[in-house]
């Protein structure tokens, strides 16, 4: 059997990601590629000649990320931090729109020991994982409602234990619970925070009406009444100097601060914004 140039199959598949709506087609079709030949991507060009196996495994791929199966439920991962977590259906894929959220929460973690982080709405577990993976001394407590969640995350938690990482503490509940974390009460250093926020009827890709669960993207109350239950939460938490982030829907730049600043103990109200500019996060302090 001949084998194939690897930069031609990549062109082809990047046609015809392109012609799907694919956003970002060139980046898809070399991670795919990538993945299949079990490589970084950043090495696909030291690979000149495939065997046609490897073609036939690329187009399979392509061919069902052409019809909107996200990336990430292709190849199995996605990162967020330093860190890699397992995804698949039934649980939110974490986004870059996140990490700059976290960047503020490890800001925060500096120079104090051994504090105590909540990730409220954790998902795959992605925030939590992050923060215990850059922090061994962080006492790392992390919930969702949904059981399918829950078992990504307790994979994921178990997996980043297995490589070393301190293990996090994973609970089943639900942010508007006025007892969740009773324990915690005034001794948390950060909660971290990204909740569904999307007004219910947005206009959203395939990706995300298809595959994402509708219990983490959409919120009741215009996308606000997970997040306003979580800023309760977390106003109740946390101790004084403790920081709050929490993620919103970019629509929500002067609604998301407002319902952060109507608690009173909450002050240093900012909100900031994500990797391409648009408004993504609140964060506070407690008084
Ligand atoms: C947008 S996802 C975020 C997942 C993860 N933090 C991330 O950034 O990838 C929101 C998560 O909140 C969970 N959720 C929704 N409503 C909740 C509630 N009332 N209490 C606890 N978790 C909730 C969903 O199950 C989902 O896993």
């Known amino acids: ?44 060009p030291l690979i000149p000649l495939v065997d046609p196996p ?6 399979q791929l392509v061919a069902q990320r052409a019809k909107r199966v996200p990336l990430q439920h292709l190849t199995g991962w996605a990162a967020l931090g330093n860190i890699t977590v397992s995804v698949g259906p039934g649980v939110f ?7 700059l959220l976290l960047e503020w929460g490890l800001n925060l973690l500096k120079g104090r020991e051994l504090p105590v982080v909540v990730d409220l709405c954790t998902g795959s577990g992605a925030l939590a994982l992050a923060v215990a993976h850059e922090r061994p001394d962080a ?20 997996a980043r234990a297995e490589l070393g990482d301190t293990p996090i503490r994973l609970y089943s509940g639900d942010v508007g619970d006025n007892t969740i974390f009773a324990e915690l009460d005034g001794l948390v250093d950060l909660v971290l925070c990204n909740p569904p926020y999307v007004p219910p009827g947005g206009e959203l890709p395939p990706e995300v009406i298809d595959y994402d669960p509708a219990q983490a993207v959409f919120a009741s ?62 964060t506070a302090r407690r008084a």
């Open 93 to 99: 894929i974490p986004r870059p729109e996140t990490e």
């Open 1 to 44: 059997m001949k084998r194939q140039p690897l930069r031609l199959a990549i062109l082809e598949a990047t046609r015809i990601l392109e012609q799907a709506g694919v956003a970002s087609p060139r980046t898809d079709a070399e991670l795919l590629a990538a993945h299949v030949l079990g490589v970084e991507r950043g090495r696909l």
């Open 54 to 59: 490897v073609i036939d495994a690329i187009g």
């Open 139 to 158: 006492i790392v407590y992390a919930v969702d409602n949904d059981s399918t969640a829950l078992a990504w995350a307790r994979h994921n938690a178990d």
């Open 221 to 282: 109350e215009g996308g606000l009444a997970v997040l306003r239950l979580a800023v309760a939460t977390a106003a109740r938490l946390l101790k004084p100097g403790g920081g709050l982030a929490i993620e919103h829907d970019d629509s929500h730049g002067t609604a998301a601060p407002a319902v952060v600043s109507a608690r009173k103990v909450l002050t240093d109200v900012r909100d900031h914004q994500d990797l391409t500019g648009r408004p993504r996060f609140v």
